[in-house]
């Protein structure tokens, strides 16, 4: 359930990819420190946004560092470092967590197992340091379950479990901005669990797993309600986003969230 929140780098100058290239391994890093090269197998674009946000949002304009990583070992890579992104890494830790335990539970994914078995220590900690995000994590993991477990096919019922869930990690603290912070993840979300559930519908038809479009045609029509879904969660974030006094990373969060999470939506077929 990672990957669409994404830039598109269509409609972004070399700058700006290269502003962007520097948080996604500014992140990258970060989760180096906290958990190692394994923790950097868990790395999102999803996240990279937040760190894009709450960088901006919470002035820290961070140092730019050059070192080799594991991908890049030749030539060293440019990355921002700020305090926040460790923030950013921790929730990107707990997600990704979740979703190898929903991996391993599915198909017994023994990818997914060294994962959990790397990460478990870390992961507890995570835990203890995070409370909020981390009962909140569970809480909507468990109705989510629950909601499977009947076959619920009402989407927005099952698509506000996670969209509940994001809201708390796009929230690091209690102050001034965290009803806009929440709206944002909240927001993005729905139009996550949507987007990834209208893009795995063949296949989880075919696994006999839980969506809940499972039955129906992919045709136009659905075609246009997913859409109609997609753009009101879209625009829940987007109205959050430009209330917050957000300046040198805007026109990348612009870029995201008007653009860059239509990419995979907009390149699906109908039947």
């Known amino acids: 359930m990672f990957g669409y929140v994404l830039l598109n780098a269509k409609s972004a100058d070399d700058e700006e990819k290269k502003r962007y290239a520097l948080y996604y391994c500014g992140l990258c890093k970060a989760l180096e420190a906290r958990g190692g090269k394994t923790a950097t197998k868990a790395l999102s674009y999803d996240m990279t946004f937040l760190y894009l946000l709450l960088a901006d949002l919470y002035n820290q304009e961070g140092e730019i560092r050059k070192e080799h990583c594991q991908i890049h070992p030749v030539s060293k890579r440019e990355y921002i470092h700020t305090p926040i992104a460790s923030y950013c890494a921790d929730m990107q830790i707990l ?5 190898a335990m929903d ?19 870390i992961f507890t900690q995570i835990e203890r340091e995070y409370p909020r995000q981390s009962a909140a994590l569970k809480e909507n993991l468990s109705l989510l379950d629950e909601d499977e477990k009947r076959n619920e096919r009402d989407t927005d ?31 993005l979300g729905k139009f996550i669990y ?8 063949e296949k989880d038809e ?14 136009e029509a659905l075609r246009e309600r997913v859409r109609e879904d997609l753009t009101l969660a879209a625009a829940s974030a987007a109205q959050a986003l430009e209330r917050l006094p957000l300046d040198d990373n805007l026109p990348l969060l612009r870029n995201v969230i008007y653009s860059g999470i239509w990419t ?6 109908t039947e």
């Open 103 to 121: 991996k391993l539970r599915d198909d017994g994914s023994q990818k997914a197992q060294k994962f959990l078995d790397s990460m478990k220590d």
């Open 194 to 201: 949507l987007l990834d559930a209208w893009d795995d519908k």
């Open 264 to 269: 995979k939506f907009e390149g699906t077929k």
């Open 157 to 187: 019922l099952v698509s506000r479990h996670f969209s509940m869930l994001l809201g708390e990690i796009f929230c690091p603290y209690d102050d001034i901005w965290a009803k806009d912070l929440r709206n944002v993840g909240q927001g």
């Open 95 to 99: 997600l990704s967590y979740c979703s």
């Open 206 to 219: 075919k696994r006999l797993s839980y969506n809940p479009f499972s039955g129906m045609k992919k045709d």
